[in-house]
């Protein structure tokens, strides 16, 4: 069983940067693929970014050169820097696998882009 946590999230205007974490409990994080999604009001959750178990990543398109993810399998614990960041990447930001599973859904981590 694995339990994701995110945090980081906040308050940030336009240009800036965050850096979110989601810290997994359970031995087999080493072994999934890992996502970072986001929800914004009133539409679907996409997917933002993903990470094999061996540090390759996949970013969709209007994340590429703005965000980036990256692991550390000794902490349990995957990441996302985002820069540039710009009011329409408001939105809840959750980590799962890749693909998500239901069980693994957190709370989440708000992240709020506005000057």
């Known amino acids: 069983q694995v339990q994701l946590v995110e945090s980081g999230g906040g308050l940030v205007q336009p240009g800036g940067s965050l850096r979110l974490s989601c810290a997994a409990s359970?031995?087999?994080?080493?072994?999934?693929?890992m996502a970072w999604y986001r929800q914004a009001p009133g539409k679907e959750r996409d997917l933002v970014a993903t990470?094999?178990?061996?540090?390759?990543?996949y970013y969709a398109d209007a994340m590429k050169g703005r965000f980036t993810i990256s692991r550390d399998n000794a902490k349990n614990t995957v990441y996302l820097q985002m820069n540039r960041l710009q009011p329409e990447d408001t939105a809840v930001y959750y980590c799962?696998?890749?693909?998500?599973?239901?069980?693994?859904w957190g709370q989440g981590t708000q992240v709020t882009v506005s000057s």
């Open positions: 799962n696998c890749l693909p998500p599973l239901v069980r693994y």
């Open positions: 359970g031995s087999i994080f080493k072994s999934l693929r």
């Open positions: 990470i094999t178990q061996g540090g390759s990543t």
